[in-house]
Each structure stands twice: as C-alpha cells, then as structure tokens.
C-alpha cells in the first residue's frame, strides 16, 4: 500500500526563490495546456497528454519562456499529467470542466517524481531535483518514497508531502462491533452508549477570526500590511484545520483499534450542505473526513466499515421492536417512547443501534 507522510520543511532563501518560480512555472504550464486543448476541442481536434507534451517542449526553446528550463522538469510535466486526470474526470461526468489556475491563490503546490533515488532522506534533510538538500521536520521513519509533494501553504509555510510504500501491521480480531450515528450537537454516538462531543473548533475561533476578517476589510488593497493581516487571517483558519484533523485522527485511530466492524449511514453530505441553516455547522464537524478516515485506517488494519443506505430510517425505528415513529423525523424531538412496546429511547443512541443491526444484516 502507499500512503502520504507530511514533514514540515524549512528552505533557505535561494531555495525559497526556486520553489515560488517553480510554483509559477506549473500554473503557467498548466494554464497554456488547457487553453490548447480548449482551442483544439473548438475546432474538432481530439488532443491529449502527448500533443500537451509536445507543446511544453517547443515553449522550452522559445526566448521568452527560458526560464521554464530552471524548474523542475518533471514537475512540469506532472502539471500536464493533472490536466490530462481533470479532462479524464469532466469526461467522466465526475468533475466540472477544467478551470484556469489563478496566481491570486496563495496556497500552492507542485509535484516530482523519484527517479533514480533522485529523491531521499538524509539525517534531516530531503534531497529534491534542482533543490538540492531541503531542511525538514521529520516525526517518523518512512519507506521507499514513490513522489513528493512540495506545498507553500497561505501562511507562508512549505511542506513536503511524501508518497511512500508502506505495510501496514493488520491488527488482532476483535468481537467488538459498533454503529455510528453522527450528529452536529454531538459529534457521533455509538451503539455501545459512548458519546463524543464537537469540539467546535470554527465556531470557538468565530470571534477571533471575524475580528481578523475586519481588519483584513479595512486594509488598503495591494498594500504590504494588507498582506501582513490577509496572513493572521490565514493562521487563524490553519490552526482550525489542524485541530480539526488531530481530533479526526484520534477518534478514528480509537475506533478502528477498538472494533472489528463499524457501522456507518451512508450520509448524502452534498445534499445536506445545501440546507442554508446547516451548512456551516456540517461543514465545521468534516463529516466527509471523518469517514474517508475511518475507511482506510479500516482498510489498513484489517477492520471493516459498512455503509447503512441513506434513506435507512434509523432515527424513526424502534431498536427494540422495529415500529417505525413518524413523529421522530422532526429534529427538535431528542427523547422519545415507543407506542408499541413503550421502550424509552436517546434518538442518537436508538439511531446508532439501529445502524449497526442493519449494518450487520446487509453485510
């Protein structure tokens, strides 16, 4: 299996210069090739990779593109490779129509390849093609590395995100099963009565970052301390992130040890983020994140997710006798008791019952 390990690097000043150049080279690259293939496509040409390859070659011996010769050549041809992936994706009806890359977009990245072990770690440093040695942070050991990623995140801070090989140790089986149900209040109950609450991380840094959010409003534009506080802007939502996803990974790492099976709703997140009133709460508790994480950490060790059908309603159910409430599909309705055989039910704690019994009976 492979997987991607981020380190934080820290480059000198030369190697600042030519990681912003090469930035630039591939937004450039890129750009040219979608508006080739747009002009091809408008005159009935099919064109791919190959013809966006060739263009890139005869820009290289032109005088006024010289300098794409100083970055990354490979990188540059990894530009092209994502054009060709987002046509693949539109073509596919799984994304729209490809897009011009803007310069204004201050978080940023490039891609190379290790060839010839032309990419390594050496004590603490990486060494990168045209870069040379590049200081990092590194908290673990990694295997063969396949390619790295090199990212100029809005605060002005780079990181190298590394594909590497990577053999996960499948862990012992366990009888424990579990259901989740996801909730916004809390951030999810399962079966066994456990409750995690949402940190709500954005909505505790709300007032900071609209006091921030004002101030960036109230800077002349193009000016050097617009740029200053257009960054305290960034920060503030760069630790939400990270808090964010330390929390995530917690949770799920807890999950997948604990639990050979788990049960999850298969939620339909676009959907729901298209309800106004709740579209920044869901947006805030990464419910998307959550289980992408949860599927391949599940994966990894050995454990198994199922998906419980959307429309599966495992709020309105009874877990003890099937009857199935009408009234429950209100949500301001948290505790309720069944008509039939009069059990007293918490919705989220019923809901994530319920989830695991149809989880197992379609598996």
Request: hydrophobic content about 30%.
């Amino acid at each position: 299996m492979n997987k991607g390990v981020i380190f934080r690097a820290y480059p000198n000043k030369a190697q600042q210069e030519l990681i912003n150049k090469t930035l630039g080279c591939s937004r450039l690259v890129y750009n040219k090739g979608l508006a080739f293939r747009n002009e091809k496509y408008a005159k009935g040409e099919k064109t791919g990779y190959n013809q966006t390859s060739a263009m890139l070659t005869s820009m290289k011996k032109e005088e006024k593109y010289a300098f794409l010769n100083e970055a990354d050549s490979i990188a540059l041809q990894q530009a092209l490779r994502d054009l060709e992936n987002a046509f693949v994706r539109f073509f596919e009806k799984k994304a729209r129509h490809p897009v011009f890359k803007s310069k204004h977009h201050y978080q940023l990245s490039y891609r190379t390849l290790n060839q010839k072990n032309s990419i390594r770690i050496e004590g603490n440093r990486i060494r990168l093609p045209k870069l040379g040695f590049l200081k990092i942070k590194q908290s673990v050991e990694v295997g063969h590395i396949n390619n790295v990623t090199v990212r100029r995140t809005a605060t002005g801070k780079y990181f190298v995100v590394l594909n590497v090989d990577f053999e996960p140790e499948k862990k012992e089986e366990c009888n424990s099963f579990t259901g989740i149900d996801v909730g916004i209040k809390s951030f999810y109950t399962d079966s066994n009565g456990n409750v995690v609450n949402n940190p709500k991380y954005l909505e505790k840094s709300q007032e900071k970052l609209r006091r921030e959010q004002r101030k960036l409003s109230r800077k002349k534009k193009n000016s050097k301390n617009k740029q200053k506080q257009r960054k305290r802007v960034a920060r503030v939502h760069e630790k939400i992130v990270n808090q964010r996803n330390d929390f995530i990974h917690k949770i799920t790492t807890k999950l997948v040890s604990e639990n050979q099976v788990i049960a999850v709703e298969d939620l339909n997140i676009k959907g729901l983020l298209k309800n106004h009133k709740l579209a920044r709460a869901i947006s805030s508790v990464s419910w998307s994140k959550f289980f992408d994480t949860l599927e391949y950490k599940a994966e990894w060790y050995g454990r198994k997710v199922i998906k419980v059908p959307t429309m599966y309603p495992s709020s309105q159910t009874c877990s003890k006798c099937g009857y199935k409430n009408p009234l429950v599909k209100n949500l301001s309705v948290r505790e309720w008791e069944c008509p039939c055989c009069h059990a007293k039910h918490d919705r989220d704690l019923n809901a994530s019952v319920n989830i695991l019994n149809k989880g197992l009976s379609v598996a």
